[in-house]
């Protein structure tokens, strides 16, 4: 897998897509009365795939600014453009058409910001001097900051330009819209924002030392949304990089590079690549395993991650993902078993002994292998409670502990089914009472559209297993 978990990064939030309708709209309707033969019809095809395919941005002047800062630090690409796309926003079409085991990009080190290049900065004695160390991704974050406020004076300035200003991380969504998650996205979410918090607390003594290089107060500075920014910047962009071990670091792993031009690359859970540093070429390389059609966006995955995580992780939601999966909390599995249960204490116990209260849930092909295990020792009749070892080793101990697990997982489904239509009422209700909050409301819509599709799915699969066991 390219992407190692936790270390997801390469492509920037998605977004609504830009409003590019309008002026070939008018000139398709405008031309409908002189077009209605066979020359008209190709015509408006073409219209019309011009909507779909991407509108190259190689144009604008902080993308020639970007490739001439790339191609000073040795970087050669004629295949690659910067485009936006109806779907996915910003990304990158290729010229070419490519095929499987294709070169995608290959992105010198010298074009790659990692703690190397701040140790090398101006930052670098301070932060070598400053006890106890601080972590590789503090020190990141603090050079993004550092170099944003340096503005025309940063040599990084054609980089930090096309970077977005702002992220659709769930950290940096409104309490409203958190609210409106399904509940285990709900408490990553608040922990996702409670870490920024406590990052921002701990480190304020470590911006205070780096006075001596600003003429502006340092508070003023690094503040709690420039480092939010900065945060979101290295968690949803960087690429995963092992570097060696620092002293004047903190232990965590320093496993973070920001590739700029390369981090234009849009996730598709339906394509596979290869990437790495090359020792030999001294350059991050990806490698296509899979075809893509001249002027079409060039996609790399991240790892199979479901939506869940996607939008906590990088902001976005994608479309009929193979990976998505809908969570049950032990609170909404608990619930469907009576507290009369003399041995319910004890079989919660086994569950959460065996880690298995956690990670359960619907995906496309119904319950997980996890949950009907959970369910099945929950179902468990006071005669067959010395067979749970069997239960977690796959093995079946009645055909009523089967059927009685089904069922429940069927009015699971159901009440979550319930759960997510409610929610987007709410959530239709709130895009109309707060306009300012439309384009977070609307991520939130997705994923619970999306989840929505799964449930139903799941649903359709209990029910006909539940008709084959009855």
């Not at 406590?198 to 480190?203: D, G, I, Y």
Request: hydrophobic content about 35%; overall charge positive.
């Amino acid at each position: 897998m390219l992407w190692k978990q936790g270390q997801p990064h390469l492509s920037p939030p998605r977004r609504e897509p830009p409003c590019r309708l309008s002026k070939k709209g008018k000139n398709i309707s405008l031309n409908m009365k002189k077009s209605r033969g066979r020359t008209g019809r190709k015509r408006r095809r073409k219209h019309l795939k011009g909507f779909m395919d991407g509108v190259n941005c190689s144009h604008k002047l902080e993308y020639i600014k970007l490739k001439k800062w790339l191609k000073e630090r040795g970087f050669e690409d004629s295949n690659l453009r910067p485009a936006e796309f109806w779907e996915t926003g910003r990304g990158l079409m290729t010229t070419k058409a490519l095929q499987a085991g294709d070169l995608i990009i290959s992105l010198p080190e010298k074009c790659l910001l990692t703690t190397a290049t701040v140790l090398s900065s101006c930052l670098g004695g301070h932060i070598v001097k400053w006890k106890p160390p601080v972590s590789p991704l503090l020190a990141l974050c603090t050079f993004l900051i550092a170099e944003k406020h340096a503005g025309e004076k940063s040599p990084w300035k054609p980089y930090l330009d096309v970077l977005p200003n702002t992220y659709t991380c769930l950290a940096c969504l409104e309490p409203d819209v958190i609210n409106l998650l399904p509940k285990p996205l709900k408490k990553k979410a608040q922990e996702q924002k409670l870490m920024i918090q406590e990052l921002f607390t701990s480190s304020k003594a470590f911006f205070s030392s780096l006075q001596p290089l600003f003429a502006e107060n340092t508070g003023s500075i690094f503040n709690y949304s420039a480092l939010e920014w900065a945060w979101c910047t290295v968690n949803t962009r960087t690429i995963y990089m092992k570097h060696p071990r620092r002293e004047c670091f903190s232990l965590e792993p320093d496993v973070y590079a920001l590739a700029p031009y390369l981090d234009l690359l849009n996730h598709s859970p339906n394509v596979q690549v290869k990437a790495a540093f090359n020792e030999k070429t001294k350059s991050y390389e990806i490698w296509t395993n899979s075809q893509c059609k001249k002027y079409q966006e060039v996609f790399i995955c991240y790892g199979p991650h479901d939506n869940q995580r996607l939008l906590l992780e990088y902001g976005f939601v994608a479309m009929d993902n193979p990976h998505s999966s809908v969570y049950v909390s032990p609170d909404t599995l608990l619930k469907y078993f009576s507290p009369l249960d003399k041995q319910r204490n004890a079989k919660v116990s086994i569950l959460k002994d065996h880690d298995y209260l956690g990670n359960l849930s619907f995906g496309w092909e119904g319950p997980s292998w996890r949950l009907l295990t959970a369910l099945k020792v929950l179902s468990l009749g006071a005669d067959e409670f010395s067979c749970w070892r069997k239960i977690l080793l796959g093995d079946v101990t009645s055909a009523r502990n089967e059927q009685q697990a089904l069922g429940t997982a069927a009015k699971i489904c159901h009440f979550l089914i319930e759960e997510t239509q409610h929610a987007l009422l709410q959530i239709s209700q709130l895009k109309k009472d707060k306009e300012n909050l439309k384009t977070h409301l609307a991520l939130v819509e997705m994923l619970h559209s999306e989840e929505l599709k799964v449930l139903q799915k799941s649903a359709e699969i209990l029910c006909n297993l539940n008709l084959g066991t009855a």
